[in-house]
Nanobody, 119 residues
Framework: QVQLVESGGGLVQPGGSLRLSCAAS????????MGWYRQAPGKQRELVVV???????NYADSVKGRFTISRDNAKNTVYLQMNSLKPEDTAVYYC?????????????WGQGTQVTVSL
């Protein structure tokens, strides 16, 4: 099993910044892709950005140039630096990890962290 713990959400004014973190723990696993998704009230969960084990990234158009994903493989941690935040970025942000255990790749989700962008 892989456990994910997220941190870093909160309330910020438009134009502000936040940094999210997601740390994976457990035993006997290796991590492939890591990513962030978000879900706003009344909307479906959507991809924000993913990063492959090799460092390749895929950003949603809505966050390109404002958000930056990074990962620390030694710490099994993924980060999301969010700059120039807009009210429409308000959502619960979920970390996702594709981890390989016992020869199988499985998807794991964090508990979610609230990001609110408001005056």
């Amino acid at each position: 099993q892989v456990q994910l713990v997220e941190s870093g959400g909160g309330l910020v004014q438009p134009g502000g910044s936040l940094r999210l973190s997601c740390a994976a723990s457990g035993s006997g696993f290796s991590i492939n892709a890591m990513g962030w998704y978000r879900q706003a009230p009344g909307k479906q969960r959507e991809l924000v950005v993913v990063i492959s084990s090799g460092g390749g990234t895929n950003y949603a158009d809505s966050v390109k140039g404002r958000f930056t994903i990074s990962r620390d493989n030694a710490k099994n941690t993924v980060y999301l630096q969010m700059n120039s935040l807009k009210p429409e970025d308000t959502a619960v942000y979920y970390c996702n990890v594709q981890a390989r255990i016992s020869g199988m790749t499985r998807s794991y989700w964090g508990q979610g962290t609230q990001v609110t962008v408001s005056l």
